[in-house]
């Protein structure tokens, strides 16, 4: 099973808005904690002013500028991202993001968003810069049954342990359809009821299996939850009610389209209304690489 | 728990109370049909018909335990008005019109049924569905004041009645009015009769024997003069109810001629959407008169209703519904089981039979009096004065729907009913497109707490109302009965009464049934009106003052608590509160408000429970969470210590030289948790032994001194009543350890 870490190189695209400065220092710090190589792009002209403008910013953060390189590139922002990535095979893809976006913007996708549907690698989409840069507590990851989630566990776990984080608690989600979702009666509540507790302790197994490997190498505090309740919706709306700080989730299956959204389902979930900041793992970059 | 099964052997058990009780029952549901029939205009033994095809088929397949069937009364005006407009001059036509009308709806329900719709009387706003009855009330009673009195005048709607009142008076019949009235009095005084033998017999048998008696007494049969104080009146057979004297006769088949027409279709779903909405309800209601707590299967019922609808068109009946009155009886006389159905049908059917020629005897003004009653209960004048203190909005919904049904008829006014409910909510959310969004996306997520196996967590997010709740009860029906529910609404923006409404009533069945049921997060919601049921919403702002605010139902079971133990219950919102800076726990957070605060003392030593608004980080950044913490302020300092729930990189970390302070001999202890304090040795003296057995038994906080006072801390979200009684047990008995 591939795994996409350790994460080599670490990239972001700058931009001179007012977050810029809160965007860079986070990367620089993600990058030096991850202790990997930081690609800053520019979607834009190239000029002496906004390079020393840049350089100047990168001093702040204090990292090493031997392991910062700086790309302009001109044409459509998202191809640009997505290009620079592949071509500095950049395993992390940092981004800041508005927790929740108008219908709109949803509908004809932000930057950051159509980021997360096309990204080849993996992903960190930042709401909360503040919070990342004081302490990374909760972490919760998806441990839906299927082949990324392993990888998708143990990255989180990676990950959580470089940032410092304390907790990391793996949500099952169940989808309720596969038993029955009726209880009309009694007796249908009794079914139903006895159907459910079966499908947990088989997905309950098959996560302990999980977390007894992440335990050999070393593990944050591990909790796991299965939750009855529709793919990608469940696990955003367990983080924000348990205040969780990142979310980590697979990649998506396939590209995701102007449809995904219109009817919405697993990522789009999420991607609607970050809960908080959201690491989407993609497993296929590495093969490439 | 169930004292009865299911099938064969359930009926065992319960046949003789059945058929006990299913003699009243017969008695009342003859009556009440055949009132119910002369009032929708059709003949009177078509809404007796329901009651026998109801039990003698439906009841083996139907899907509630104690129903007993029969005809919807909600359908009064509409068939009445259906026969009419289907039928013109010719009453007889427009019946079979009518009828085939109902055997159409009655697929309609099947179908429904079928995809598991049962819901659909929960989509219905609460204030439209109470204003459909109370207009429903008022149809019955301006159709049966004619009756009442005597008169031959008959008015269609309540501003006909103003209009012909003068005439009105002037044409009553005094004999007949004497019945009426006397009919009257009986319905609304027998429950106010303690006499055991007047109690025994219901009241609408009381008022069916006395009126045969009467209309026997003064000849009404006959067509007598009667001369009074020099005043001559007329009795004859047409004040009495006209029965054919064949039963056969009674049976009239559907004519299903004018199905291309727009009429009939409008007919068709005016009596599917009715007859749904009131079967619907009465199940619910039945449900909760059940003395063995059964839940019964609402789509099962709506599929068999309609079917039993269908065979009881056929035969020239009116629809089926599971009624509410038959089967209150039918529990208060000890019925228990299904076959209570089956024996008052029979019953029904052999009292018809045998006694048609006495029945023929009933004056129509005696069963005018049973229908103006149950007008007049379906009007609740009771509920309409509580309407105010819901809230403006409410006054809004409930009177424009009264006004357009009583001008229309009840398929419009459930239309206007709802549009005028999402407007206000439209207001009140001001934006369409949150409205729309909130019926495409889920909103709850139900999920077990860790430690303990039978507590749900149920969190809403987002907007909640009448066109998403069944969302909302899907995900709570699935949660075993005896189940401890915690509904968490803080996340929630906005509530509106529907879904409050809803809420008390799962509340009241979830307890009943053995189970917990408590909501939490809606303390520092805003509501329109002084009701604890009113609309909630979040707005930015100050809330008002405790005494101008209705409680929450956990803020009152809160309050009832500090009483019993003689706390004090401080309900104000308090800003700017300095106190929680010293605890580490809230060292990045900032405490925004407090509020619901309890306060006690154990030995001049103060205890402290608060809920707390806190956030984390700034700006768009910020993220809002809730909590309840305690504090135990002691008068002697204490060395500074935490104590929290171990967890596995503790353990290493414990053994490379780590600050986490162990006991020995007590072994639960340090391995559970991770006790951490800049001063080992005052630590160590401040746990004595009896302290620490005391955790290791009761701990299930976090803990934090402050050199002064402790920080108990839960769950980062409110906690329900009950966790609030058990935090205050441990704290009481934890000042209690340390002091000793």
Known sequence: MPV????KTVATAIAFSPYAEANLHESARIAKMLNANLVLIHVGAETTEKLNQLELLVTQTGIDKERVKIEFREGDAVNCILDSCKENTVDL?????????????????????NLCRKAECSILLLTDRSVIRNKCREIVVSGSNHDKTEGTVRTANYFGKVLGAEHITIVDEIDPKATGNQADDDAQLAETALKRKELQRKEEERISSLKEQLELDGSLSVN??????????????????????????????SKLGIMDRVFTHDLEYVLSDLPCCLMIVNQTAKVIA | MKLFSNGLKGWKQSWKGDLRASISVAFIAIPLGLGIGLASGVPPLAAVIPCVVGGLFVSWISGGNITVHSTPKMLIGVTAAAVVTLGGTNLLLGYQLFLAAVVIAGGIQLLLGLFRLGVIGDLIPASVIKSLLSAVGVIIIVKQIPDLVGSPIHPSNIIDLIKSLPELIQSVNPPVLLIGSISLAIMFLHPRFEFPIIKAVPSAVWVVLLSIAYSYTLGFSDGKQLTILDYNFAVGSSYLIDLPSNIVDAIATPNFSQWKTGVFWNIVVAVAVISSIEGVLSAKAIDRLDPLKRKSNLNKELRVVGLGTIFSGFIGGLPIIPGIVPSSVGVSHNGKGQLMDVFQALLVLALVVLLSNQLQHIPLAALAGILVHTGYKLFNLKEILNIYRIGWDQIIIFSSTLIITLMYDLIVGISIGILVTLTIHIIKLRSVIKLFTILFRPNVVAYQEYDEYFKFHVSVKGYCNFLNYPRLKNAMDVIPSDASINLDLSLAEFIDHTVMEHLAEYEENHIRRGGNFEVIGIDKHFSTGNHPLAMRFKKEGKLPLPEERILTSRQQKMQALAQKLEWGFDLSVRRYITTFEKFHFFKFKTVDSVYNKLIGTVDTNAITIQDVDFHEGELQFKSERQTTVAILGLNEPIPLFTIEKENFLDRVAAFAGYDDIDFQNFKKFSNTFRLKGDDEKAVRAFFKPDLLQFLEEELQYKLESAGNSILIIGKERPMSEAEVQNLIHFCTRMLYVILR
């Open chain 1, 4 to 7: 996409p870490f350790p994460f």
């Open chain 1, 93 to 113: 893809l940092i981004a800041g993001a508005m927790k929740k976006e108008n219908l709109l913007k949803f509908y004809t996708g932000s930057i950051a968003r």
């Open chain 1, 224 to 253: 796991h939850k299965c939750i009855f309740g529709k793919a990608g919706y469940t696990i955003g709306h367990y983080s924000t009610a348990n205040g969780a700080d990142l979310l980590v989730m697979n990649s998506p299956d």
